[in-house]
């Protein structure tokens, strides 16, 4: 098996999340996380900042991916709607990568310092939402705004989709959506 490559990484998250429920995240190494792995601690840091990373990789691939559903919408669409056909957008992608986001959220619920680095990223994320939604001509306030509520209507429906997968994270999102806009 290759030492290096998206197969590598794909390892490494898997030990690590193996690691982090069995002995708890303070208590486990990015050396422990890479013999897991069968692999060295020179390559886990080839792949991964720290090991808090390991949790997090996907940050980058959901973002541009949102970014580009949002850019592709037709013109003239509202924000709200540009925001929830691009989360629909990514639902397969997530849907494909539940085996590993539940119990990776297990680890965060159960890790403060793990839950502050997630609100970090779900900020970043909605700051690039409405640097995407500005693009379209939102209006800053407009942009910040849809994209602060989109983006916890999202965290929502993603959140109870992991806990119980019936029913599904669109039906999830569908949800949300309508929720958002009755309080509207």
Same mark, same amino acid.
């Not at 690590?16 to 422990?32: K, M, Y």
């Given at each position: 098996?290759?030492?290096?490559?998206s197969?590598?990484?794909?390892?490494?998250?898997?030990?690590?999340?193996e690691?982090?429920?069995?002995?708890?995240?303070?208590?486990?190494?990015?050396?422990?996380?890479?013999?897991?792995?069968?692999?060295?601690?020179?390559?886990?840091?080839?792949?991964?900042?720290?090991?808090?990373?390991?949790?997090?990789?996907?940050?980058?691939?959901?973002?541009?991916?949102?970014?580009?559903?949002?850019?592709?919408?037709?013109?003239?669409?509202?924000?709200?709607?540009?925001?929830?056909?691009?989360?629909?957008?990514?639902?397969?992608?997530?849907?494909?990568?539940?085996?590993?986001?539940?119990?990776?959220?297990?680890?965060?619920? !159960? #890790?403060? /310092?793990?839950? *502050?680095?997630?609100?970090?990223?779900?900020?970043?994320l909605?700051?690039?939402?409405? @640097? +995407? &939604?500005?693009?379209?001509?939102?209006?800053?306030?407009?942009?910040?705004?849809?994209?602060?509520?989109?983006?916890?209507?999202?965290?929502? !429906? #993603?959140? /109870?989709?992991? *806990?119980?997968?019936?029913?599904?994270l669109?039906?999830?999102?569908?949800?949300?959506? @309508? +929720? &958002?806009?009755?309080?509207?």
């Amino acid at each position: 098996m290759a030492k290096s490559g998206s197969a590598a990484r794909a390892r490494l998250q898997q030990a690590a999340v193996e690691l982090f429920r069995q002995n708890g995240f303070d208590d486990t190494t990015a050396a422990q996380i890479a013999e897991r792995a069968g692999l060295t601690e020179r390559t886990f840091f080839r792949h991964f900042r720290d090991k808090r990373e390991v949790l997090f990789d996907g940050q980058a691939v959901l973002e541009e991916a949102l970014a580009t559903a949002i850019a592709d919408a037709a013109p003239g669409t509202p924000p709200l709607e540009v925001l929830f056909c691009a989360f629909e957008s990514v639902t397969p992608l997530i849907e494909k990568n539940r085996p590993f986001s539940k119990p990776r959220q297990e680890v965060i619920s !159960a #890790t403060p /310092a793990l839950q *502050e680095r997630e609100l970090s990223k779900h900020q970043a994320l909605s700051a690039s939402l409405a @640097k +995407a &939604l500005r693009a379209r001509g939102v209006p800053d306030v407009s942009a910040a705004l849809a994209a602060q509520a989109g983006m916890a209507a999202f965290t929502h !429906a #993603t959140l /109870a989709w992991l *806990e119980d997968g019936e029913p599904g994270l669109g039906e999830r999102l569908d949800r949300a959506e @309508k +929720a &958002l806009r009755s309080l509207f």
